[in-house]
């Protein structure tokens, strides 16, 4: 039976990152792996994936989402975290993922759309993703530079699509 750690500050607290780290402490349970709770309640406090920065009046949230459930679970999140604003999503996927459904997701919270292809062989062309008809599109070269032109737009950045970003 899953047994969900004590939240902690600073750490993991979105919803889905405390399910993921049930399942693994349920994991090296039926292992039979020793499982030593200071150990958890300490990786829990310092581990990451998600992270999001503000500095000089920029918020950006990096998310590795990089399937149509972890998408939906982003968009759960950015609805309860970020209730009312509309993000930048800056988007690489890899081309073997099921990519219109992780858009059609991130379509519910995102203003406008920024593809860009990262360096992987299995990386979907950004000509190949499709946006909804309501939602602008831009193509840029690499993530640094849709970055920055995301920051001209004063709105909130949200990075994700893949673990490779």
């Given at each position: 039976?899953?047994s969900?750690?004590?939240p902690?500050s600073g750490?993991?607290?979105w919803?889905h990152?405390?399910?993921?780290a049930?399942?693994a402490v349920?994991?090296l349970?039926?292992?039979?792996?020793p499982v030593y709770?200071?150990?958890?309640a300490?990786?829990?406090a310092?581990?990451?994936?998600?992270r999001?920065?503000?500095?000089?009046g920029?918020?950006l949230v990096l998310?590795?989402?990089?399937?149509p459930?972890?998408?939906?679970h982003l968009?759960?999140?950015w609805?309860e975290?970020?209730r009312?604003?509309?993000?930048t999503?800056?988007?690489g996927?890899?081309?073997d993922?099921?990519?219109s459904?992780?858009i059609e997701?991130?379509?519910?919270?995102a203003a406008?759309?920024f593809?860009?292809r990262?360096?992987n062989?299995?990386?979907a062309?950004?000509?190949?993703?499709?946006?909804?008809d309501?939602l602008?599109?831009t193509?840029?070269?690499?993530?640094?530079?849709?970055i920055?032109?995301?920051?001209?737009?004063?709105?909130?950045i949200?990075v994700?699509?893949?673990?490779?970003?």
């Amino acid at each position: 039976m899953l047994s969900f750690p004590p939240p902690v500050s600073g750490g993991s607290r979105w919803l889905h990152q405390q399910v993921n780290a049930a399942v693994a402490v349920e994991a090296l349970h039926q292992a039979n792996l020793p499982v030593y709770p200071q150990a958890v309640a300490t990786g829990l406090a310092t581990g990451f994936l998600a992270r999001t920065i503000s500095a000089r009046g920029i918020h950006l949230v990096l998310d590795g989402a990089h399937n149509p459930a972890a998408s939906w679970h982003l968009v759960q999140t950015w609805k309860e975290y970020h209730r009312g604003t509309t993000p930048t999503v800056i988007f690489g996927g890899l081309k073997d993922k099921n990519l219109s459904q992780m858009i059609e997701a991130l379509s519910q919270v995102a203003a406008r759309f920024f593809w860009f292809r990262f360096r992987n062989d299995r990386t979907a062309l950004p000509s190949d993703l499709q946006t909804p008809d309501h939602l602008p599109r831009t193509v840029y070269p690499d993530v640094k530079s849709a970055i920055a032109e995301a920051r001209t737009l004063r709105d909130p950045i949200l990075v994700t699509g893949s673990l490779y970003l």
